[in-house]
């Protein structure tokens, strides 16, 4: 079955930092790109960062130089490290293999003091 299951999630203080874990099978993510995209309470889903399988990777304006985004070809996991967390960083967090309807349960990730 093709799925993906992120882990990692939490509640943190501001500046806090958190890593998340997504794990694919591995038919999927020997093809395809791998994003992490968030969605918080009454706002559309979005993506965060993405990274190719050659390990080129993309990030969105407001997480660029706090977060990382790699992955592990060979235990086919992708990862989100996020550092100087942000109470607007609050939100599900999920992963996907770019270009494909193919979705987890996310994670749930709460900045708060």
């Known amino acids: 079955q093709v799925q993906v299951v992120e882990s990692g999630g939490g509640l943190v203080q501001p500046g806090g930092s958190l890593r998340l874990s997504c794990a694919a099978s591995g038919n999927i993510f020997n093809i395809y790109a791998m994003g992490w995209y968030r969605q918080a309470p009454g706002k559309q889903r979005e993506l965060v960062a993405s990274i190719t399988k050659g390990l080129d990777t993309n990030y969105a304006d407001s997480v660029k130089g706090r977060f990382i985004i790699s992955r592990d070809n060979a235990k086919n996991t992708v990862y989100l490290q996020m550092n100087s967390l942000k109470p607007e960083d609050t939100a599900v967090y999920y992963c996907?293999?770019?270009?494909?309807?193919?979705w987890g349960q996310g994670t749930q990730v709460t900045v708060s003091s």
């Open positions: 996907n293999p770019v270009g494909t309807k193919v």
